[in-house]
């Protein structure tokens, strides 16, 4: 990490100070902040378990991977299980991520976290508003988690316990207004009981990236507004280049996603989220058969 930026220490005087942390009834008086990144809108929230399923951290995974794609900073908290799984899955999508730490940024926990944490910081950041040296304790896991919900305009549960600490990310969120989804599970599986829960209690169901986009007026607005149908041959301004790209190859003729993903290289969930980015921006549409068309 030779060419990483050192830690440096921002007050809410700083220019880039995020903006978000004001809606905290006691934001933090100050923060650590390492990497080359800093939070920037949109930042969505996944979060879960520790010791979480196979089936979760491929959920998580994923999901990372499908907002970075989008050019979405995906936000965690680097402990072990779901919150890792999300970070890997944005740097693997090439994104930004931001890890906010329960410790001092210059403590690494989990231990085994350092080679994330170094990638984490050398495409986005860490933060911390504990001292440099701090060492983890219980009670600094909750101040963490508000952080995480104060900065998202989303969190999504993948899988929690009924007593979870990712459920106090979810109170928060809720609390600040921020939009809550949950991945429902098993009632058979102790990792899904606390999401159930929140489904239960009125949060939204995450089935795919789909229903994030739709919930949150916030999400769905940094991407490129949705106008209907577009001049022939013009591409809607402002797209991502990754969208982009699609659009340039589909022809005018309707094509199937999986033929579409396999000229593309993509994997089937990548593509998924960019056609349905797409697809909120006016620019495809979906039809019958299970095909998709460019509206211009």
């Known amino acids: 990490m030779a060419d990483a930026p050192a830690p440096r220490f921002m007050d809410s005087r700083a220019p880039d100070w995020p903006d978000r942390l004001s809606h905290l009834a006691r934001p933090p008086a100050g923060l650590w902040i390492w990497g080359v990144a800093r939070p920037r809108p949109p930042v969505v929230a996944v979060v ?19 907002l970075a794609s989008l050019g979405v900073q995906v936000i965690s908290g680097m402990a072990r299980g779901i919150d890792a799984a999300a970070h890997r899955g944005a740097l693997e999508a090439g994104g930004e991520t931001l890890a906010v730490l ?26 911390s508003e504990e001292d ?9 896991f909750p101040k963490r988690n508000r952080l995480i919900a104060a900065l998202a305009v989303a969190v999504v549960v993948v899988e929690a316990t009924a007593r979870s ?10 609390d ?11 009632i058979r599986t102790p990792q899904s009981q606390g999401t159930n829960l929140l489904i239960r209690d009125g949060v939204r169901p995450y089935l795919s ?6 919930a949150t007026p916030e999400l769905a607005g940094a991407l490129p507004a949705a106008g209907g149908a577009h001049p022939l041959g013009m591409v809607p301004a402002g797209l991502a280049p990754p969208l982009e ?24 969930s990548v593509l998924a989220a960019r056609l349905g980015a797409l697809e909120l921006a006016g620019a495809v549409m979906s039809l019958p058969g299970g095909q998709v068309a460019r509206t211009f």
Do not use: N
């Open 165 to 174: 600490g990712a459920l106090s990310t979810a109170r928060w969120a809720a």
């Open 209 to 214: 990236i789909t229903d994030l986009l739709e």
């Open 48 to 66: 879960g378990s520790r010791l979480a399923t196979p089936a979760g951290m491929d959920i998580a995974r994923c999901l990372g991977h499908e």
């Open 176 to 186: 600040l207004g921020r939009e809550v989804l949950a991945v429902p599970g098993s």
């Open 102 to 127: 329960g410790c001092g940024i210059d403590v690494c926990y989990p231990r085994q976290h350092r080679q994330l944490r170094s990638q984490i910081v050398a495409s986005g950041c860490v933060i």
């Open 245 to 268: 790209e699609i659009l340039g190859r589909m022809g005018s003729a309707p094509v199937h996603p999986d033929d579409l993903g396999t000229a593309l290289g993509l994997p089937a």
């Open 132 to 140: 440099r040296d701090a060492e983890p304790f219980k009670s600094q």
